[in-house]
């Protein structure tokens, strides 16, 4: 299997001026291209291992790599679907919100919660919301791309607060992009994701 880069749901400039042009161009077209790639380079070598080449292969270095690679690629697809340019402002549909209430108590206790979360990440990593089998919604900070990860559940909206993500904009003020983020959320591709593990 290969994994491949799919273009921006929208143009580089769509979501300033929250994130700019700059950003995106780097982020998308270098930073996640490179996941890409890191991806397909570490299973390309266990394919080689398992047809006798690279027989000295570190297996257990090559799949810390594919972890990183692979959580930072489809992280990054999830990322940049639950974005949207600035427009009116606007609030999940009332499916979402009501899940939201169920697990969290209030959506203003969410925001706040999640928030604190992405801006209480260690060095380079995520704040992400997951759908649990159990029809609930959790949420958890990811270090790096890859550690932290709650298995079988799903990851329904994640903030990247890597300094590649915000800094060329924000400088050291990470606080302040978490803040202005909420308002480019395409809460309707987050209600969809959720629905598809029959959460909402
Ligand atoms: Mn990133």
Redesign the pocket.
């Known amino acids: 299997m290969r994994y491949e880069l799919a273009p921006l749901p929208y143009t580089y400039e769509a979501l300033e001026p929250v994130i700019s042009k700059e950003i995106m161009k780097l982020?998308h077209d270098k930073?996640?291209a490179a996941y890409v790639a890191g991806a397909n380079t570490a299973l390309e070598k266990l394919e080689k291992n398992r047809a006798g080449e690279l027989p000295d292969l570190d297996i257990k270095a090559t799949l810390r790599d594919l972890s990183f690679h692979v959580s930072g690629h489809l992280l990054?697809e999830l990322?940049w679907s639950i974005m949207r340019p600035v427009g009116s402002e606007y609030k999940p549909i009332p499916a979402l919100e009501e899940a939201i209430i169920k697990s969290f108590g209030t959506f203003e206790a969410f925001q706040k919660q999640f928030s604190s979360v992405a801006k209480s990440v260690e060095g380079s990593g995520w704040a992400v919301l997951y759908a649990t089998p159990t029809k609930e919604l959790v949420m958890m900070s990811i270090e790096k791309h890859n550690l932290n990860h709650l298995p079988a559940f799903t990851p329904v909206l994640a903030l990247?607060v890597?300094e590649?993500?915000y800094y060329l904009d924000y400088r050291n003020d990470r606080a302040a992009y978490v803040d202005k983020w909420w308002s480019i959320v395409n809460w309707d591709e987050v209600a969809k994701r959720i629905s598809e593990v029959s959460v909402l």
């Open positions: 982020h930073h996640h990054h990322f990247d890597w590649h993500a």
